[in-house]
């Protein structure tokens, strides 16, 4: 390829164990350097940015989609969605003589069983506005949240009944 341009990236939107998505309206908006779609299940990120390769335009995306997971663990429990990776569309912007459609994607399959009980939402989460920066990252706040709701965190012991 002479010159690379990433148009997109998708990914696929799994529900947590006790979130299903009963048939919600698709959510579409857009950040500084993207757009996005996330319809039935599946996140179609389109770039506005320039980015040569699926590496440069997944960090821009991945910090937003874990801003996005984050703040609906902050809102909605322990882990309720969470967004993997499947492919990018990667164009040649300078084509000589023909145009180049390159596809990459990664898979796996995995197969277990249990018996629990689901929360049904009518719509997907809205991802997070901008996480103010302060001294703790969100990553932190949420993991500090799963210990406090799992009666481990050494934080907040106040809160607990003695």
């Not at 018996?115 to 506005?129: D, E, M, S």
Request: charged share 25%; aromatic share 8%; hydrophobic share 35%.
């Amino acid at each position: 390829m002479n010159d690379p341009h990433v148009e997109s990236l998708t990914y696929r939107m799994e529900a947590g164990k006790h979130v299903t998505f009963n048939s919600p309206p698709p959510l579409e908006g857009e950040a500084d350097a993207f757009r996005y779609r996330l319809a039935d299940g599946a996140l179609l990120v389109s770039m506005k940015d320039h980015h040569p390769t699926e590496e440069s335009a997944r960090l821009v995306v991945d910090q937003f989609l874990r801003s996005w997971e984050i703040d609906a663990e902050l809102r909605l429990g322990p882990q309720p969605m969470r967004f993997v990776f499947q492919r990018s569309r990667i164009i040649d912007r300078d084509p000589r003589p023909r145009t180049a459609y390159v596809m990459v994607a990664r898979g796996g399959c995995a197969i277990g069983g249990s018996a629990t009980f689901t929360v049904g939402l009518p719509n997907y989460p809205v991802p997070a506005q901008r996480f103010p920066r302060r001294r703790r990252r969100p990553d932190h706040v949420a993991a500090a949240t799963r210990g406090f709701a799992r009666g481990r965190s050494r934080c907040c012991r106040w809160l607990t009944p003695a």
